[in-house]
Nanobody, 129 residues
Framework: QVQLVESGGGLVQAGASLRLSCAAS????????MGWFRQAAGKEREFVAS????????EYADSVKGRFTISRDRAKNAVYLEMSSLKPDDTAVYYC??????????????????????WGQGTQVTVSS
C-alpha cells in the first residue's frame, strides 16, 4: 500500500525558514515525479513545486520561486521542500504527491494536481506576521 507521509510543518514568524519532508513508501521511488501542493483555508489547492523522477529538473509556482527549493533523496525515498523568507500568504496545508512518470521524459515535472496518483494527508504551515 502506497503511503506518503508529510512532516515538518508548524507555526513560524514571517521571514523564517521551514523544511517539509515527505516519506514515500513507493515500490520504485525513481519511477515517480514528486510534487508539493498547498491549500489555504477557503481556497483551492494550488501547485507549489515539482521535481522530476531523476531529480534533474524542477518547477516552481511563481509565488515561491527564489524562496522554496524542492529536492529528493533516492536512498531515503523522500522528497523535501525547503522554505525560506516565509510570508503569511504561505499559510496553508501542504501536501506531498507522487506521479508515475516512468513512460515520460526523465525531466518531466507535472504541474497539475490531476496528474498525480498518490497524495499524503498534509501538514499545516502557519506563518504569523
Amino acid at each position: 500500500q502506497v503511503q506518503l507521509v508529510e512532516s515538518g510543518g508548524g507555526l513560524v514568524q514571517a521571514g523564517a525558514s521551514l523544511r517539509l519532508s515527505c516519506a514515500a513508501s513507493l515500490r520504485t521511488f525513481s519511477n515517480y515525479a514528486m510534487g508539493w501542493f498547498r491549500q489555504a483555508a477557503g481556497k483551492e489547492r494550488e501547485f507549489v513545486a515539482s521535481i522530476s523522477r531523476t531529480g534533474d529538473n524542477s518547477e516552481y509556482a511563481d509565488s515561491v520561486k527564489g524562496r522554496f527549493t524542492i529536492s529528493r533523496d533516492r536512498a531515503k525515498n523522500a522528497v523535501y521542500l525547503e522554505m525560506s523568507s516565509l510570508k503569511p500568504d504561505d499559510t496553508a496545508v501542504y501536501y506531498c504527491a507522487a506521479d508515475f512518470t516512468y513512460y515520460r521524459s526523465i525531466l518531466y515535472c507535472p504541474l497539475s494536481q490531476h496528474e498525480y496518483d498518490y497524495w499524503g494527508q498534509g501538514t499545516q504551515v502557519t506563518v504569523s506576521s
